[in-house]
Nanobody, 124 residues
Framework: QVQLVESGGGLVQAGGSLRLSCAAS????????MGWFRHTPGKERDIVAG????????YYVDSVKGRFTISRNNAKNTMYLQMSSLKPEDTAVYYC?????????????????WGQGTQVTVSS
């Protein structure tokens, strides 16, 4: 099993920045791909960004390209999401996810482990 714990959420004004962290523990050697998802009431849980073991070719949904940066430190078993130029529409619960698959995962069903979520609220 793998345990994921997110941190770093909070309230920020539009245009501000936040950095989310996701600490993994347990059988972390089984993780290949990791991602950040977000969920707002009445909508699906959608991917925001994803990253493979090597950190190469990160994926971003179009709405966050140029504003968010995903990274991971395998030595620390931690993944990050640096969020800048935040907009009110970025308000959501953000979830960290990990997959044992050796390829990019873009949907909820592609992931095996989930964190508990952290709230990000962007005020206008």
């Amino acid at each position: 099993q793998v345990q994921l714990v997110e941190s770093g959420g909070g309230l920020v004004q539009a245009g501000g920045s936040l950095r989310l962290s996701c600490a993994a523990s347990g059988r972390t050697f089984s993780i290949y791909y990791m991602g950040w998802f977000r969920h707002t009431p009445g909508k699906e849980r959608d991917i925001v960004a994803g990253i493979n073991w090597t950190g190469s070719n990160p994926y971003y949904v179009d709405s966050v390209k140029g504003r968010f940066t995903i990274s991971r430190n395998n030595a620390k078993n931690t993944m990050y999401l640096q969020m800048s130029s935040l907009k009110p529409e970025d308000t959501a619960v953000y979830y960290c996810a990990a997959s044992r698959q050796g390829q990019i995962g873009l949907t909820v069903k592609d992931y095996d482990y989930w964190g508990q979520g952290t709230q990000v609220t962007v005020s206008s």
